[in-house]
C-alpha cells in the first residue's frame, strides 16, 4: 500500500474505470449509429448534423463513412457558405490529427480540403 490505496498490478485496471469505458463506448456507439442512419436521410448540412458527426469524429477520428458523409454535404453547399464551413473542417481536422497524427482518414480528408 502505498499513499493509502492499493497498489494494482501493471495491467490491472480498476473495475469503476472499466464500467466508465464501457458507458463511454456505449454511448460513442449510439452516436455513430444515430450518425450513420442520419446519412441515409439527410441531404444537406444542417447544424444538428454537423454538430452530431463533430462529435462523433471526436470520440474515434478513425471512421471513414462519417468523413465521407461530411465531405459528400460540404460539397453540396453553395459557394457563399462554403469557405466558412471549410475553415471550421480544417479546425475539426486540426483536432482529429492532435488525437490520431497516423490516421488515413483525416489526412486524406485534410487533402480534399
Known amino acids: ?14 473495475s469503476e474505470q472499466k464500467a466508465l469505458d464501457r458507458e463511454k463506448a456505449a454511448k460513442a ?5 444515430t450518425v450513420l442512419e442520419a ?7 444542417t447544424p444538428e448534423v454537423n454538430e452530431m458527426t463533430m462529435k462523433a469524429l471526436q470520440i474515434n477520428p478513425e471512421v471513414a463513412t462519417i468523413w465521407n458523409f461530411r465531405r459528400d454535404l460540404l460539397s453540396r ?12 473542417e480544417l479546425e475539426l481536422l486540426n483536432m ?15 487533402t480534399w480540403v
Do not use: F, N
Open 1 to 14: 500500500m502505498q499513499h493509502g490505496r492499493r497498489k494494482l498490478s501493471h495491467g490491472e485496471i480498476p
Open 29 to 33: 456507439l449510439k452516436l455513430m449509429h
Open 39 to 45: 446519412r441515409k436521410t439527410c441531404k444537406e448540412l
Open 77 to 88: 453547399l453553395p459557394p457563399s457558405t462554403r469557405t466558412g464551413a471549410l475553415k471550421k
Open 96 to 110: 482529429a490529427t492532435k488525437l490520431i497524427t497516423k490516421s488515413y482518414c483525416v489526412w486524406h480528408q485534410r
